[in-house]
């Protein structure tokens, strides 16, 4: 089935530091999107990308399409202590309502 | 902001027995699904549903597991008979273009 390689497995930062994570396939998506999930709740969308080389903000976070179509990266500036919990890169082959696929995630834990 | 919900939060059964996992999506949503996420392991996809019918289901989805939407609100997911591999938290989720919502979850614990 189609993978996604997610990067890293875990971090463990500082407040206040910088944090970049990023999801790899060998294959082309249309459409790539970061979720966060914090312990015992579901996913919660934080960007969604839908073009190649689409660079997007939500607040401190910033996510970029790459213009292969095989390639994302979320980048969260500033980390504060609510920014723990893991987060998960999902694309979409197809276009449409075709399934997700998820990467594995990367469990983020920042130390005040 | 509408939310999808899910019930109930925990489900102890015993293996063998058979769980119905309840879902109520977004209103306005056509397209739900089942994703399944074993502790400590990646959200996988289980089965999507449009238009009344399955629209795609994946590997585990096999013939111990089913679908209904019995009225205009309730998604629900029944297994049959339970297995121990069968624990997991199951995500219910509704979209109604590219991204998909999801619900916090069943932990489904099979003893």
């Known amino acids: 089935g189609q993978q996604l390689n997610q990067s890293p497995q875990s971090m463990f930062i500082q407040e206040g530091e910088d944090v970049s994570m990023n999801c790899t396939s060998s294959?082309?998506?249309?459409?790539w999107l970061w979720y966060k999930q914090d312990p015992g709740e579901g996913p919660v969308l934080l960007i969604a990308?839908?073009?190649?080389?689409e660079l997007t903000s939500n607040g401190r976070l910033t996510a970029q399409f790459g213009i292969t179509r095989k390639d994302s990266f979320l980048n969260i500036s500033a980390s504060i202590p609510s920014d723990v919990g893991i987060y998960f890169c999902a694309g979409r082959k197809d276009s449409g309502n075709t399934p997700l696929v998820f990467g594995k995630g990367t469990r983020l834990s920042v130390i005040a | 902001e509408p939310e999808v919900t899910q019930t109930p939060s925990h489900q102890v059964t015993q293996m063998g027995q058979e769980v119905i996992l309840r879902c109520v999506p977004i209103s306005n949503h056509l397209y739900f699904y089942w994703y399944r996420q074993i502790l400590g392991q990646k959200v996988e996809f289980l089965v999507s549903?449009?238009?009344?019918?399955?629209?795609?289901k994946s590997e585990i989805f096999d013939d111990q597991f089913s679908v209904e939407r019995p009225d205009g609100s309730n998604f629900t997911l029944k297994i049959r008979s339970t297995k121990l591999e069968d624990s997991a938290m199951y995500f219910c989720?509704?979209?109604?273009?590219?991204?998909?919502?999801f619900g916090n979850g069943t932990r489904l614990t099979v003893t």
């Open positions: 549903f449009y238009n009344n019918e399955i629209s795609e």
């Open positions: 989720a509704s979209s109604v273009g590219s991204p998909l919502h």
């Open positions: 294959s082309i998506f249309n459409t």
């Open positions: 990308l839908y073009k190649a080389g």
